[in-house]
């Protein structure tokens, strides 16, 4: 990353320590996970790739709290208008390496989004950008991610 802009921790009480981070990276992905090696001691860099994230400029990541998923979520605000939504499997199941896999691109935002927030059980997805608008996406029963409520900030009269 030639530029850091946000971090978040993994919250889960069964994986090892970890957060992810984002920024701006040349020729690269803009977004790293980070976990604690116990043996050595030391933080190390995950192998894990985010597709769809190099050369972007990414102002914001969160973290999902992950309250009986079998995954994770990590989310991201991004200068392009969008939010990426990224399913993250840190566990190997089966032969099969920890994966990374963009599940959503949401392009709703009219401008740069800087923030990305999820709400406690890390259902509902909030995000605010240079539009002046606060999203929020919601994860529905089947899986799928549909838009939610648009919150637009009043302005304040002048009386």
């Keep these: 990353l030639t530029r850091c802009s946000a971090v978040d921790w993994n919250t889960s009480e069964f994986d090892p320590p970890s ?4 920024g701006k990276a040349e020729n690269d992905s803009s977004i790293k ?42 989310a991201a605000a991004c200068a392009d208008h969008s939010v990426y939504l990224w399913k993250v499997d840190l566990q190997s199941n089966d032969n099969q390496s920890p994966a990374v896999t963009l599940i959503q691109q949401f392009s709703n935002h009219d401008a740069p989004v800087w923030r990305v927030n ?21 994860m529905c029963p089947d899986g799928e991610w549909r838009a939610g409520v648009v919150v637009h900030p009043q302005t304040p009269s002048n009386s």
């Design 33 to 74: 996970i980070f976990e604690y090696n116990n043996a050595s001691r030391k933080w190390q860099l995950s192998k894990l790739k985010f597709e769809d994230s190099n050369n972007k400029s990414m102002n914001d990541v969160a973290w999902a709290p992950n309250l009986g998923r079998t995954y994770h979520l990590i």
């Design 118 to 138: 999820w709400n406690v059980t890390g259902t509902i997805l909030a995000s605010s950008g240079d539009d002046g608008n606060v999203r929020t996406w919601k």
């Design 19 to 22: 957060f992810v981070v984002c």
